[in-house]
């Protein structure tokens, strides 16, 4: 599967929005199947990862974030879900579930309830190893500034506002994939 043939569908080569998340993706592939490729004992599918890590915010374009030239009409914590239910379209239930659980360190359903966000009530933690590994790449890379990779003590500052939960989860990932 080529991941563009999916983008393509549904943004424009040469806008602002098409680069912001073709560099975005890219980064965040480059850094998962580095994870992979560091830790072979966790038999990571890195071909997945590869196709998987270009497509987790494909839902970004319908969501209302007009700094990274997103012109929707919905909030941008909803970009995860609104990926997902079009890669399921396009017949990709696997690829789906990246794109659902990558928000924040993953969300899961008190967390959802609690923040009264305005997506699905079900939990939305990365569960394979594959989607883990995305998820925790995807926190090094802001769309707002592609290009310049965070530091940990960065992430571990903007994981704060999505909870006490979300940051352990980085935490574990962090000694689990880097150290």
């Known amino acids: 599967m080529n991941p563009f043939t999916i983008i393509d569908k549904y943004y424009t080569q040469g806008t602002a929005l098409y680069d912001i998340l073709v560099d975005h993706s890219r980064l965040v592939t480059q850094k998962a199947l580095e994870i992979a490729n560091a830790h072979p004992e966790l038999n990571a599918d890195t071909?997945?990862?590869?196709?998987?890590?270009?497509?987790?915010?494909?839902?970004?374009?319908?969501?209302?974030?007009?700094?990274?030239?997103?012109?929707?009409?919905?909030?941008?914590?909803?970009?995860?879900?609104?990926?997902?239910?079009?890669?399921?379209?396009e017949g990709f239930p696997r690829h789906a579930l990246v794109s659902e659980r990558h928000t924040g360190a993953g969300l899961s359903l008190e967390d959802i309830i609690n923040q009264n966000l305005p997506i699905p009530h079900r939990d939305m933690l990365p569960i394979s190893i594959e989607e883990q590994m995305i998820c925790f790449a995807d926190k090094f890379y802001s769309k707002s500034n592609p290009l310049k990779e965070k530091s940990i003590e960065q992430i571990r500052k903007s994981m704060s506002k999505y909870g006490e939960a979300s940051v352990a989860r980085f935490e574990r990932w962090y000694h689990l994939f880097l150290l």
């Open 47 to 89: 071909e997945f990862i590869s196709e998987a890590a270009m497509l987790h915010d494909i839902g970004i374009f319908l969501t209302d974030a007009p700094d990274i030239e997103c012109h929707g009409t919905r909030p941008y914590i909803c970009h995860g879900t609104l990926g997902s239910e079009l890669l399921k379209k």
